[in-house]
């Protein structure tokens, strides 16, 4: 019985594209089976690690022993038969007819929900194995090609050095973590490209954003610690945010309060709003959100120039507003009124001084399809590809310390890399 359903679960890990899996099953000196399971190293020496695999091997092994525990258990309620003996079925003995024998189906059908849960948890093990062995082959392919130079080879210019210049490809997206909760389907995540002590570039911010009071702003010294799960604290907002447009930029992280058209400045150092300002007009709580909803009315977004927020307002009738912001006082310095409707556009954000906007939350093949430049106030339609690999694209911006974009897709937080055009 419970040999079956591991066979088919170590088939399914098997399975895997790119991976080879070893499922073992052994017995010990006192006749207890036990189950092991391998995956060997896929990363080579120079690659950068994917996101999640060792925490993926972890819960396998976790999983493992737990099999070895319920397998004991069975043998235990299932009576003596099998000690010594490898034993490959698990028909229980004929019923005896004793006091005993309730106490045993009882235990019997606990096992059975224990089975059906784990079978359920396998399923899920199963596919995000499978997709970070493909984040994996992505990898390699992006960093470390033939000849294993690794990063060196790497197409993409050094962070920073680039320059400004047009959008001109996106890459495919690379998967940091996964939310370990619903409340996590959407969300933010970024880092500060112009931190102030204590914090730096690899400081990283994390908010799920699922719900009506959102007040949790997650800290963790590196992605990597987001990859495990520990946050090095746990900031709690004196406002619950509303839209996933938030920001981090000089030390300060930038939201909207909810049911406002306020933008606030949360002090990251100091733990309290230093600056809270209305944007004349801006809708607010579903009046112009990005086309997927979930009152994204109010984005903030950083470039290379400082901070912006992009909106709209009936004087717009529904049209993107674009505004330029004091970063402390949040006073608006220049506003731009575009010809690009809010609700038809996913998301935006804004690389030197043009204000790109994503065609599809859902859509794997979907496009950066407009640019608006603000230096000219004229804007174009583009077609550079933008892949929503799963599905529900809730949160996207651009770091320019990093020049890549920052995005939150289906409870995945991922990065996708850029190239702009040289002037
Ligand atoms: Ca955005």
């Keep these: 019985m419970v040999g079956a359903w591991l066979l088919l679960w170590g088939a399914l890990a098997l ?4 991976e080879v899996a070893f499922l073992r099953h052994a017995d010990d000196s006192t006749g207890r089976c036990t189950y092991s399971f391998t995956v060997p190293s896929p990363v080579e020496s120079g690659c950068p690690d994917a996101g999640g695999v060792p925490e993926l091997r972890a819960e396998l092994a976790a999983l493992t022993a737990r099999l070895s525990r319920l397998e004991s258990r069975e043998r235990g309620a299932g009576g003596e038969a099998g000690r010594g003996i490898p034993q490959p079925q698990y028909a229980a003995p004929a019923p005896r007819l004793e006091p005993g024998c309730g106490e045993l189906l009882r235990a019997n059908s606990r096992l059975e929900e224990e089975k059906g849960r784990l079978e359920r948890e396998n399923e899920e093990l199963g596919r995000r194995l499978e997709s970070s062995a493909q984040e994996i082959a992505r990898l390699r392919a992006a960093r470390c090609p033939p000849g294993g130079e690794g990063p060196g080879r790497d197409p993409l210019p050094a962070p ?4 400004c210049g047009e959008l001109v490809w996106v890459g495919d997206p690379v998967v940091f973590g996964r939310a370990e909760s619903i409340a996590g389907k959407y ?6 490209p112009e931190p ?28 990597e610690q987001l990859a495990q799960g520990y946050p090095t604290k746990v900031h709690i907002l004196p406002r619950p945010l509303e839209s996933t447009g938030a920001v981090v930029y000089r030390g300060g992280f930038f939201f909207q309060p909810r049911r406002s058209r306020t933008v606030a400045r949360y002090d990251l150092r100091g733990e309290t709003l230093t ?11 579903g009046q112009y959100p990005y086309s997927w909803g979930g009152y994204t009315d109010i984005d903030l ?13 009936e004087k717009a009738r529904g049209a993107i507003v674009l505004s330029k912001l004091d970063p402390e006082t949040l006073e608006i310095r220049q506003s731009w009124e575009t ?13 030197c001084g043009t204000l790109y906007t994503v065609s599809s939350y859902s859509s794997p093949n979907a496009t950066i399809n407009f640019a608006y430049d603000t230096a000219t106030g004229t804007s174009r339609a583009l077609s550079v590809p933008f892949e929503n690999r799963f599905r529900y694209l809730s949160m996207l911006d651009y770091n320019p310390a990093e020049q890549q974009l920052y995005a939150w897709d289906s409870s995945n937080m991922v990065t996708y890399p850029i190239r702009l055009s040289r002037d």
């Design 196 to 223: 102030l002590p204590p914090f730096t570039r690899e400081t990283t911010w994390r908010v799920d954003a699922v719900g009506t009071e959102v007040r949790q702003l997650l800290q963790y010294q590196a992605p």
């Design 275 to 285: 600056a809270q300002r209305e944007i004349p007009g801006a809708g607010y709580h």
């Design 301 to 313: 977004a950083v470039d290379e120039t400082g901070l912006w927020v992009i909106y709209s307002t």
């Design 339 to 351: 010809n690009i409707r809010k609700r038809g556009v996913a998301n935006a954000f804004v690389i």
């Design 187 to 192: 969300g933010v995540w970024m880092k500060d």
């Design 160 to 163: 920073g050095e680039a320059g």
């Design 15 to 18: 399975s895997c594209r790119g």
